[in-house]
């Protein structure tokens, strides 16, 4: 008996460092495909209808292995220890201070130099029902890798469901005191087309504050009110309608590239984002339990990297939606805290909805 939702498992080829990657695609009868391989976790494709039932994919990525280990802006990766910069590559734990590696400037990005992007993750589980179907991975992170503290068992199941879902469930835990943050990096363009920019879809987030960031892109440690900024997405609007906006923290940020303080955090797992392109009718809807949410524009791609078909992946070629804790959180005792103790589990929930309309 076929189910209505399935995984199909294929080779994707071998590392620099001689380790078998493998490739997942968890499908549904709804006409939904995504592309899923061991090497950073990474979301390689998302194929799925527009309005008039075309199948495209829709998000930016590779295909093949080698591109994925060369340099690259976290295409679809897992992203850990921590999601997003911590100032000068250091912190304090418990009177103890930890050194990291300065990879983006004088700041700590995404977990390092080898973060759990660039990691082979281990196959837990398979799981296939009429109603869903689940890839579960692992990694264990040991102590002082990357500078932190701490052996970190972590897991992360990707569910795919049949109504056009997929869930992104992160697990943890640590054998000692430990901060962590966790998330998802893929690059989306609903349009399906990749030579066009990402500032023709419509975006709406529930969030009445964002994070002010400095010149090196970390947190001033205030939280601003969206009222009469371009940070306003609480309707939805164009990303092109103020992304160029004379605005201090846009030209910071080239653009949109600010993790969202956002709403109801208290209710937790609730629906905080929302993109729509009007073309396509092709629709992205965010639910988390996280705190923050970055939003990000692609600012920083220039056209070096190839897209699957001759072209480019140019100047704002895809958006992210990263749910996370707010940047530099290990160093700003009013942010929400992300440490992790002994004991304790770390559990979060990101769900990424595609539909039309």
């Known amino acids: 008996m076929n189910k209505s939702v399935s995984i199909i498992e294929s080779d994707f080829g071998t590392t620099v460092g001689d380790e078998v990657v493998k490739k997942y695609i968890l499908k549904n009868e709804g006409g939904i495909e ?11 494709t998302v194929n799925t209808a527009d309005k ?11 295909d093949n292995l080698k591109q994925y280990e060369i340099k690259n802006p976290f295409f679809g990766a897992l992203v850990g220890r921590y999601g997003n910069r911590i100032a000068k590559g250091k912190f304090n734990l418990n009177d103890t201070e930890y050194t990291l590696a300065k990879n983006n400037g004088e700041n700590n990005l995404h977990g390092g130099e080898k973060g759990f992007d660039k990691v082979v993750w281990k196959v837990e589980g398979i799981e296939e029902t009429d109603s869903k179907a689940s890839l579960k991975l692992s990694y264990l992170s040991k102590d002082m890798e990357e500078g932190f503290p701490g052996n970190l068992a972590t897991t992360v199941t ?28 893929s690059y989306f363009n ?46 939805a609007k164009l990303v092109g309608a103020e992304i160029n906006a004379e605005n201090k923290q846009i030209e910071l940020g080239g653009g949109y590239d600010h993790c969202w303080v ?11 984002a929302k993109a729509y392109h009007s073309r396509t009718g092709r629709t992205l809807e965010v639910l988390t339990d996280q705190p923050g949410m970055q939003f990000y ?12 078909n001759g072209g480019f992946y140019a100047k704002r070629s ?38 039309t309309k």
């Not at 901060?179 to 990096?185: E, K, R």
């Open 52 to 62: 008039k039932g075309k199948i495209q994919n829709v998000v930016l990525g590779f």
């Open 34 to 44: 995504v592309g899923i391989i061991t090497f950073g976790g990474r979301i390689i």
């Open 158 to 185: 990707y569910t795919l469901n049949q109504d056009n879902s997929l869930d992104v469930l992160y697990e943890a835990t640590t054998d000692k005191t430990t901060v962590v943050n966790l998330t998802q990096h």
């Open 297 to 308: 524009t692609g600012n920083f791609l220039d056209a070096t990297l190839p897209t699957r």
């Open 262 to 272: 956002l709403n109801d955090q208290k209710a937790g797992y609730r629906s905080v």
């Open 318 to 355: 895809g958006f992210c939606f990263e749910t996370q804790h707010y940047p530099d959180s290990p160093n700003q005792s009013e942010f929400p805290s992300v440490r992790l103790e002994p004991g304790e589990k770390y559990s979060t929930k990101t769900t990424f909805k595609f539909s």
């Open 190 to 235: 609903l349009s399906g087309d990749f030579s066009q920019p990402i500032v023709d879809h419509e975006v709406e987030i529930d969030a009445d504050e964002f994070v002010p960031v400095d010149g090196s892109l970390i947190p001033t440690g205030e939280l601003a009110n969206v009222e009469g900024t371009p940070f306003d997405f609480r309707k």
